[in-house]
């Protein structure tokens, strides 16, 4: 039987290209999905793609309306809430900490930090009624360190894992289980396309080559680690962090001298 049959997955950000892949595999695997997201066009097509146990809906991650409309169209849809994946973020233009203005600041950690926030909290309530559900945060390795002109974006995904462990905390009994991802540097547009503002992208900058797997990741290495995190294969994992980098917080490889 497929692992999700009879659950609802709502997934933030679900028209891009880690969040379209996870759609797409929670499908696949008997879910209903919820494809939360603000480009309207994309997140239609890719519920007609999927039939009759998809549906888009809206989502301004930012605002707590937004996310109040997003739950009940879940629950009116579909009976309940199961799965909430807070996959929706955005990176700033590259600039150091003094060359970055306030509105950068704020949109990145709106985006990236409140949107968790607000999830978690208009969420846990149908999670609640449901019996018990999961939440996955999909942050970064740049949670895990720091990276030169990216502070709003680094300070974002840190504080989403304070967040992601005491929303664990709070909600365990309740038979929540709250979980981070911090994918590397993944083959999606999000790393392919220049940020607003910004005239070049990560890719520009990012060879994988000098690490232990020297390949960028794709977004099916990211949605196979979230759809074990969001099973009952994972019941007793909740408040923790699963690094997907190919190596590279380990550092360059050491190459092997030839004769």
């Given at each position: 039987?497929?692992?999700?049959?009879?659950?609802?997955?709502?997934?933030?950000?679900?028209?891009?290209?880690?969040?379209?892949?996870?759609?797409?595999?929670?499908?696949?695997?008997?879910?209903?999905?919820?494809?939360?997201?603000?480009?309207?066009?994309?997140?239609?097509?890719?519920?007609?793609?999927?039939?009759?146990?998809?549906?888009?809906?809206?989502?301004?991650?930012?605002d707590e309306n937004s996310w109040s409309a997003a739950v009940l169209a879940a629950e009116t849809a579909f009976g309940s809430l199961n799965v909430l994946v807070n996959n929706a973020g955005v990176q700033n233009p590259p600039a150091t900490i003094e060359e970055t203005?306030?509105?950068?600041?704020?949109?990145?950690?709106?985006?990236?930090?409140?949107?968790?926030?607000?999830?978690?909290?208009?969420?846990?309530?149908?999670?609640?009624?449901?019996?018990?559900?999961?939440?996955?945060?999909?942050?970064?390795?740049?949670?895990?360190?720091?990276?030169?002109?990216?502070?709003?974006?680094?300070?974002?995904?840190?504080?989403?894992?304070?967040?992601?462990?005491?929303?664990?905390?709070?909600?365990?009994?309740?038979?929540?289980?709250?979980?981070?991802?911090?994918?590397?540097?993944?083959?999606?547009?999000?790393?392919?396309?220049?940020?607003?503002?910004?005239?070049?992208?990560?890719?520009?900058?990012?060879?994988?080559?000098?690490?232990?797997?020297p390949r960028l990741g794709e977004p099916a290495d990211v949605t196979r680690l979230l759809l074990f995190l969001s099973s009952t294969d994972a019941s007793f994992i909740t408040g923790s962090e699963y690094v997907i980098d190919g190596g590279l917080l380990l550092g360059?490889?050491?190459?092997?001298?030839?004769?």
């Amino acid at each position: 039987m497929p692992r999700f049959d009879n659950q609802t997955v709502l997934v933030t950000g679900g028209t891009g290209g880690q969040g379209s892949s996870h759609v797409r595999a929670f499908h696949a695997e008997g879910a209903n999905v919820v494809i939360g997201g603000i480009d309207a066009r994309r997140g239609a097509a890719l519920a007609d793609e999927l039939g009759t146990r998809a549906r888009f809906t809206r989502l301004d991650v930012t605002d707590e309306n937004s996310w109040s409309a997003a739950v009940l169209a879940a629950e009116t849809a579909f009976g309940s809430l199961n799965v909430l994946v807070n996959n929706a973020g955005v990176q700033n233009p590259p600039a150091t900490i003094e060359e970055t203005d306030q509105a950068t600041w704020s949109r990145i950690l709106d985006v990236n930090l409140t949107g968790a926030f607000l999830g978690i909290k208009v969420a846990a309530p149908a999670l609640r009624r449901a019996g018990g559900g999961v939440v996955v945060n999909i942050a970064s390795i740049m949670g895990l360190g720091g990276t030169a002109h990216y502070a709003p974006y680094v300070a974002s995904k840190w504080a989403v894992r304070g967040l992601t462990r005491t929303a664990a905390v709070e909600l365990g009994r309740d038979r929540i289980r709250v979980n981070t991802i911090h994918p590397g540097v993944i083959s999606t547009p999000f790393i392919h396309e220049p940020a607003a503002g910004a005239s070049a992208a990560i890719a520009d900058y990012y060879s994988p080559e000098p690490f232990a797997i020297p390949r960028l990741g794709e977004p099916a290495d990211v949605t196979r680690l979230l759809l074990f995190l969001s099973s009952t294969d994972a019941s007793f994992i909740t408040g923790s962090e699963y690094v997907i980098d190919g190596g590279l917080l380990l550092g360059p490889a050491l190459q092997a001298e030839t004769a």
